[in-house]
T-cell receptor, first 111, second 114 residues
């Protein structure tokens, strides 16, 4: 079993719609989680950190479910510019900043 | 946010040559940097942790003699791919952390070995 798993998609989303997807992690000791966005042939860019209580940044909402060991990302009012691959990252327990990534979920927003 | 740069952004080399990639933290000091590799349609895989003033820590399966890491200053880590072969062709990305913030990534270096 992979340590960080994501549905690869693609999620085809009409412009203006809402899309949500999850990421599961295997190490119950993990404490820090992030969502990164990666455009084709570019580096990952931090979208948001995921806090225990859940957090929102504009149209993006992240949730953490420790009991079931998954994090989620919800995008509201999707824009064409939201088309990208969304990478879930879990900080490895032995070193801050050392991340383990999921394979990414591809989102395609269509007009 | 913090800025991390990499140089070169892309490189093409012949099989058997060595290639050096630089990772710099531009506006902060980074005692620790991380090197990742990403093959097409795959996720980022951590290769090693680069520690300023000490030896790098390599992940399982990463050959330390092939991927030489030097972190000689608080703003610069280098990754040298020695005796590169076509299977080393990949997207190499570094990251650096600043305090308790989430790590920031460099723009990556695309290596093609002919």
């Amino acid at each position: 079993r992979k340590e960080v798993e994501q549905d690869p998609g693609p999620f085809n989303v009409p412009e203006g719609a809402t899309v949500a997807f999850n990421c599961t992690y295997s190490n119950s000791a993990s404490q820090s989680f992030f969502w990164y966005r990666q455009d084709c042939r570019k580096e990952p860019k931090l979208l948001m950190s995921v806090y225990s209580s859940g957090n929102e940044d504009g149209r993006f909402t992240a949730q953490l479910n420790r009991a079931s060991q998954y994090i989620s990302l919800l995008i509201r009012d999707s824009k064409l510019s939201d088309s990208a691959t969304y990478l879930c990252a879990v900080n490895m327990v032995d070193s801050w900043g050392k991340l383990q990534f999921g394979a990414g979920t591809q989102v395609v927003v269509t007009p | 946010g913090a800025v991390v740069s990499q140089h070169p952004s892309w490189v093409i080399c012949k099989s058997g040559t060595s290639v050096k990639i630089e990772c710099r933290s531009l506006d902060f000091q980074a005692t620790t940097m991380f090197w990742y590799r990403q093959f097409p349609k795959q996720s980022l895989m951590l290769m090693a942790t680069s520690n300023e003033g000490s030896k790098a820590t390599y992940e399982q399966g990463v050959e330390k003699d092939k991927f030489l890491i030097n972190h000689a200053s608080l703003t610069l880590s280098t990754l040298t791919v020695t005796s590169a072969h076509p299977e080393d062709s990949s997207f190499y990305i570094c990251s650096a952390r600043q305090g308790a913030e989430a790590p920031f990534f460099g723009p990556g270096t695309r290596l093609t070995v002919l």
